[in-house]
Each structure stands twice: as C-alpha cells, then as structure tokens.
C-alpha cells in the first residue's frame, strides 16, 4: 500500500477585490515552523489558482446559472398506476397517501403512523429465566439444535409475534361522466424538490389538474381539483376503511370514525378518525349515497386529516376527534396555494441542503418507468442522482420531528396485515433506513428514531430483568407501536439481544456529526444502560476464555450444527466494541461514571477478535463454519458490520481483514434482496472499489428490484433499499471517520464528471465536491464546529484548520501532490 504524502507549510489570505469578483488565492509564506510536522497545515478559503479555473469545473446547474435539473427532482409517467408500487407517494411524516392518478376514478390510499393492530401488551414469557441457564448449558456443549429446540419452547414471547402496522383507508373521486383523456396528454408526476403530486390530462376538450400535497404546517393533506374552463368540475368524492367503521356526512365533511382490531390474542384499543372536508369554488354539493356529490364548481379543494387515540406505547387516551376536527378547522382558513406554498418551504428546508449532479443523457428525459426497465443496459447517470434525491424525499416525508420513525414501508402501506408487519425489524433493517439521514444533511429527520430508542429503553428494562436478570435494557430483533423487546418469530429469528444496542451506535452518530453535547447528555443514559446488560450478561466461553454472547445468533442465518442459535457471532462482538467504546467516550465527554467507562473498556478487551478463516473469509461465527453454511449466498452480511456502517476494519489499519471481508463478499455475490443489494454496495464502497459498487447499484436500481414508482423491490416493497441505496451513493463521494474526510473514496468510471453540494461529515462539517476526468477539481469545507480535519484523497492527506462560517476550498492538484 502506497505510504501518505505528508508536507509542511504556512499559509497567509489573500482577499478578493469584492467588486471583481475574483477568487481569494492562499499562497505558501515563510514562517515559524508548524506544530503539524508530518502534515500540511491549510487555513483560509481557497486553494486555487484562478477563478476561471474552478469555473470550468463546475456544472451550470450548480453554478446558480440555471435552476435545479428537473431529471434528478422529478418522477413522471404517461399512464395512470395500474397497482399500488406505480402510485405516488407524498407524506408530512406523521400522516401520508398513495396517489394513483386515475382520470374517471382518482384513487388516493391513506395512512395514518400510529394505526397499529393491538394494545399495550408485555410479551416476556415468564419461563424464559428459569430457561435461561438450561440454553446456555447447551449452546456450550454444542448441542444447538436442542438448546433452539428449548429457546422455542420457553423463551419466545408470548405471543409469538408482534402487532402489524395498518392501512386506515382510501379517498376516491370519481368522474363517471368523464370521457377518455387524450392519451398524448396525460402526465402524473410527484415533484421532489417541492414535495407536489400533479395529474393532468385533457378530456371532452377541457384541460384537467390535480395536486396533492402532504402538509406538515398544517396537518392535513390537501387536494386540489382544477380544470381551465369554469363550471367544469363535478364529482362524487367518497371515504373509506377496510377496519371497522362507521362514515357520517357532516355538510361538506366526510367523516370517518373506527377502531383497530385485535391481533394474536392482544385486543385492540385505538380509535382512529380520518375527516375529509370538501371546499367547492362555485356550482353545488349535496350528499349522495354516501359520498358528497360535487356539480359545476370551478375547482374544489378537499383536506383530509386524520389521527388515532395513541399517545405513547402504554397510552391510548388520545382524542382523535379533536385533533382532526382542529386540524381541518386551521387549514380550511388558508387557500390550497399556501397551503402547498408552505409545504415546499418546509420540505426545501431540508430537501435544498444537498444536490448531486452526475451528468445527463438523452435517457433522462423518458418517463421515469422506461427508464428504470432499461437502467442496466443504458447510460443514465441521472437515474442514479434521482434515486439518491428520491431516498432523501422518503426519509423527510416517513420520520420528521414528533412522527414515529420509518418502519419497513416507511410510511406507506395499503394493507391491514402486511408483510412482516411492516414493523421494525432492528436487525438490521430499521438501522438502515436511518444510514442516508445525517451524511446527506437530514439529521431532524433522527429524532423519531431516538424517541423510539428512549421507549425501548423503558419497556427493555423490563425484559432485561425479567428474562435474563440483568441490569440496563434490552431489545431483540423486532419491534412494533407498542415497543415490544422480547424475542418472536421463533428462536431462529428472534433470539438476538443486539436490537438495542445497535439502535444506540445512531445515537453516537448523531452527536459525532453535530458534535452538541446537550444532545449527548440526553442520550447517554440510553447508551449507559443498554452498556450495562451486556456487562451483566457476557459469558466466558470455556474454549477460548473471551466473553461472548450466549444465547445469539448472527441475524437470520443457520449454521452447520443444525440451528442458528450460538455463542458470540461475530456481529455481536463487533457492536459490542462500538457500543462499549462510544459509551465510555461519551462518559469523558461529559465527565461522568469514570470507574464504569474504565469497566467497559476492559470487558471490550475480552471480546473474542475477528477471525479468518481456512478459506481467507472473515469469520461470521466464532467457529470456522462459514464454508460449510447451509446458504452461501445468505441476505444478510452480518459478520461484516465492522466494515460498514461500523469502522472497525478498514484497508488502511487492517488490511487483512479488509482483504476477508471482500473475499467474504465475493462468496456471499452481489444479487440479493433489495436492501440486502444496498448493503453490499456500501460495503464495497467502503472497500473504495467504486466500480464494484456502481455495478451493484445499477443492479438495485434495475426492474428486478426498483419497482416503477422507484420503491425498492425486497420483493414485496420494503423502503430500507431505497434508503440503503442513497447511502450507497453519498459513502461512494465522501467518507468520514472522527475528524477524518475521505473525499471521492470510491468514484466509479461511470461518473467520470459532476458534483456534489452539502453532503456532511462527521464533526459538524459541509462537504461541496467538484470532480472533472475522474478526478477531484475543487472540494469545499464549511464546519459551525472549530478544529482541524484530516482530508484525504486517495493515499495522500491534508490537516485543514476550520473555523464556523469561513469555508475552506482545496484544489485536486495539491492534494494528489
């Protein structure tokens, strides 16, 4: 491996003439010998040689000369959606519809975050601790079919699984008189930059447009019916629900009122109301046969709100009533243009903080389903930058401040019993749906995901305690609304403890990327105690005498003694040492439980290391077994999390097992379920093989698993892919580990020019990155946190000095230097 270019220098500013506009030059001065003797030490805001320079690198639609390019912000399509993974989705995190963009018979499907199956339940099976030794004794006798066997029988939850998220219903408008639209008219289209569903075609001579927006501002989604001839527009609107319920028609409001229903013994106990208010402009409404009939009005606008009776995991005493009752009455005080006006503003917020600019070819100017048929025999660059900005839409439309966090849809679901329940499954899968959030300037979008963990931290105490008799808290495989932590499915699946603690290593992302202690204060407690059940729970193991989880598995996969159960897979040991090493920081950080941070940091060092087996692959048990797997090519890659999203191997410090995690990659292959796809995209680009990487995503974003409105195909739709896949592309630009930036680490051929703007690194830092010919141009830094940074560029490194609100502007030529 080629050694780092290191060099010394002191640099002074030279300021721009503000009027010309010329380009602030830092040149080299003499000077007191710097403190960084193996490093080059650059201060001030650029590092360039002329303006005209960077200018030339720098695409038009970034420069500011031109606007947002309409191929990486748009879906669009000539047809209506035939099935509900064509429909369009549009949500405000909390409340969300799938619109399908019918022109006699408009079809929107409705979710609402906290319609779950069930109530407040405790799942612990009150034999699991009595179990718990007997299991143990077993697993260290290698008789894992038996002790399943006995882990199935007496530690499972009661009931075996969990609640189900739920669809609440569906809006329809009907146009029966309508006649065919001129099929050379028709568009459907969801704008991503402005967070706008439009349909529009022309029909009987007359020009039609609907717009649907999911406000966040006002808590409503908000339809607007519109032809360009007055007096045109009638329609029979109508609302239902597939639990049961019960419509009433108030005036102009449709009004829905139900409850959920019982699931796997647990009762149900959630009111829910879903109101929709119908605003004609001109002509008459009546009700008819239990819809509202609309007659020659210019244009209507309808808003829907809806809202369940939950509060919180072990409270349903909410007011659904009420909330969707003063929902509407706020929104109905404002047009349908503000309303929408006030939703992209909110959206922008965040959606404007990144753009990502890859090139375009005359493929992107096609239909959006055309283009993902042909995606892996076309060049289209575009496609790539339109799924990394349409990952970024879902993740701020399904988790915003006070939502529950993105579940296996999402936010989107039309089912009543989904697959897998459309839960969370924190095996992995909920994990990655939050991977793109803060490298691509989304951190708000967190913080459902760190409500839920101070959930599971309560309701995980009590499985902590009363299954294993340890001290912290807990969470298995999957969790629900109810926040459930117990093991399900089965001990194959279920009998995992790791949930929690792999939750916790986003709460240290967070703060490393933002670096806000008050936020790190709030979350240590959650970090402490997940910490404390392992330190209660390691086992030694008799062969080797390293501490070891027992019972384990590593996620989902059997092993050639006949189970998946066992002792201390290597997943575990890896979130093990990140778990114990990120809490004991945050103690030093904060000054606290200096004995317990020094305690954890010993039982780290008695955690089993990660091994290479007899083929030269990285170890995904403790045992050498990997070959000799009942599913070689198995979904999950889980021995490989100390590559990605972890650091712990890496080709730089440990280039022998980074060499066994791609040989362990290449024996697992390439094609696998949708986010099992983007995972292994990340962990080739983490490897800094871009072309391998590209290779995959074009994979992934191929019919077989990008269904034609871009959601990901597991198959059936699970949202994790698409967000795994924005990862994917933004871990392909820029790299980022303590206060070291990786800039372009896997840059595949494909990309050979384009540009990047504000995607984040670790220690509160903005990265804007132009490359030209395959190679870096211009890379500019922006930090609201003081201190230095280690860029590197391939194998060669810069120590920059930041400061809040002064960018910094490398040039490509003096890092390669």
């Not at 698993?705 to 990862?727: L, S, V």
């Amino acid at each position: 491996m080629p050694c780092a270019t290191h060099e010394t220098v002191i640099l002074t500013r030279i300021w721009p003439n503000r009027q010309s506009g010329i380009t602030p030059v830092v040149r080299p001065v003499t000077g007191q010998p710097s403190a960084f003797t193996r490093r080059r030490l650059l201060t001030g805001t650029t590092m360039l040689a002329a303006a005209a320079t960077i200018r030339s690198f720098i695409p038009s639609s970034i420069a500011g000369a031109a606007p947002r390019p309409v191929a990486v912000d748009r879906l669009w399509y000539r047809q209506p959606a035939r099935q509900w993974v064509e429909a369009l989705p549009v949500g405000n995190g909390r409340i969300g519809a799938m619109i399908f963009g019918g022109t006699a018979l408009e079809r929107l499907q409705l979710n609402e975050d906290t319609l779950w199956s069930g109530s407040p339940y405790n799942p612990v099976n009150p034999d699991a601790h009595a179990a718990l030794p007997e299991v143990r004794r077993l697993i260290t006798q290698r008789r894992f079919t038996e002790a399943q066997i006995l882990a199935d029988a007496r530690m499972m939850a009661r009931p075996l699984g969990q609640m189900a998220y739920q669809a609440l219903g569906e809006l329809s408008i009907a146009m029966p008189d309508l006649s065919s639209p001129d099929p050379d008219s028709y568009i459907r289209e969801l704008d991503l930059d402005a967070a706008l569903a439009t349909t529009s075609f022309i029909a009987d001579g007359t020009s039609w447009r609907r717009e649907v927006v999911a406000s966040p501002d006002h808590q409503v989604i908000a339809i607007r019916l519109s032809a360009d001839r007055p007096g045109q527009v009638s329609c029979l609107i109508g609302l239902r629900s597939p639990h049961d319920s019960a419509l009433t028609i108030e005036t102009d409001t449709l009004l829905l009122s139900g409850h959920n229903g019982s699931a796997l013994g647990i009762e149900g106990a959630l009111r829910f109301e879903a109101r929709a208010r119908v605003l004609p402009q001109g002509g008459t409404m009546v009700p008819k046969d239990g819809t509202l009939a609309v007659e020659g009005a210019d244009s209507i606008t309808i808003l829907i709100a809806m809202a369940t009776s939950f509060r919180r995991f072990d409270d349903v005493s909410g007011d659904p009533a009420r909330m969707t009752r003063d929902h509407i009455d706020v929104a109905s005080r404002h047009s349908f243009d503000h309303i929408a006006a006030s939703t992209a503003a909110a959206h922008r917020r965040l959606y404007r903080r990144v753009t990502l600019d890859l090139g375009e070819t005359e493929a992107a100017h096609r239909p959006t389903d055309e283009r993902i048929r042909t995606s892996e025999t076309s060049d289209d660059p575009a496609l790539v930058a339109l799924y990394f900005q349409y990952g970024r839409y879902l993740l701020i439309c399904s988790s915003r401040p006070g939502s529950q966090p993105a579940n296996l849809q999402g936010l989107w679901n039309d089912s009543i019993d989904p697959p897998w329940g459309s839960k969370y499954t924190i095996n992995i899968n909920t994990e990655m749906n939050y991977w793109p959030a803060e490298s691509t300037g989304l951190g708000e979008c967190v913080e459902p995901l760190v409500a839920m963990v101070r959930d599971l931290a309560q309701t995980g105490a009590r499985t902590a305690r009363d299954i294993y008799g340890a001290r912290g808290w807990v969470a298995h495989h999957n969790s629900d609304l109810w926040r459930a932590t117990a093991p399900v499915d089965g001990a194959a699946w279920g009998m995992w403890p790791m949930g929690g603690a792999w939750l916790c290593t986003h709460l240290w992302d967070h703060y490393d990327y933002h670096r806000d202690q008050a936020f790190l204060r709030s979350v240590y407690p959650l970090m402490r105690g997940a910490a404390l059940f392992f330190l209660d729970t390691l086992q030694e193991d008799a062969t080797s005498g390293y501490l070891v989880t027992s019972p384990s598995i590593s996620p989902e996969n059997e092993h050639p003694g006949g189970a998946s159960i066992c002792a201390g897979p290597a997943i575990d040991r890896q979130i093990l040492r990140d778990l114990f090493a990120r809490t004991a920081q945050s103690a030093t950080i904060l000054d606290e439980d200096a004995d317990l941070a020094a305690a954890m940091l010993a039982t780290r060092r008695k955690l089993a290391p990660d091994r290479i087996g007899a083929e030269g692959q990285l170890q995904e048990w403790m045992q050498d077994w990997d070959a000799a797997a009942p599913e070689p090519h198995h979904r999950h890659v889980s021995h490989l999390y100390g590559l990605y999203p972890s650091h712990q191997i890496n080709p730089d410090e440990t280039p022998e097992l980074a060499d066994a995690a791609r040989l362990s990659l290449e024996m697992r292959g390439d094609e696998s379920t949708g986010w099992a796809t983007a995972w292994r995209a990340n962990l080739w680009a983490r490897l800094r093989q871009g072309d391998h990487a590209h290779r995959i995503l074009r994979y992934l974003l191929g019919p077989e698993r990008t269904y034609p409105n871009m959601f990901d195909a597991h198959p059936p739709f699970q949202i994790d892919g698409n967000f795994g896949g924005t990862a994917a592309i933004a871990e392909m630009l820029v790299q980022s580990r303590n206060d070291e930036i990786r800039l372009l680490p896997a840059l595949p051929r494909a990309w050979p020019q384009g540009s990047v703007q504000g995607l984040r690194a670790r220690g509160s830092c903005t990265v804007d990155i132009v490359w030209q010919s395959g190679t870096l141009a211009t890379a500019t830094l922006t930090t609201r946190q003081a201190g230095t940074r280690t860029i590197w560029l391939n194998h060669h490194s810069r120590v920059v000095i930041l400061e809040p609100g002064r960018p910094v502007t490398l040039n490509g030529p003096l890092l390669r230097s």
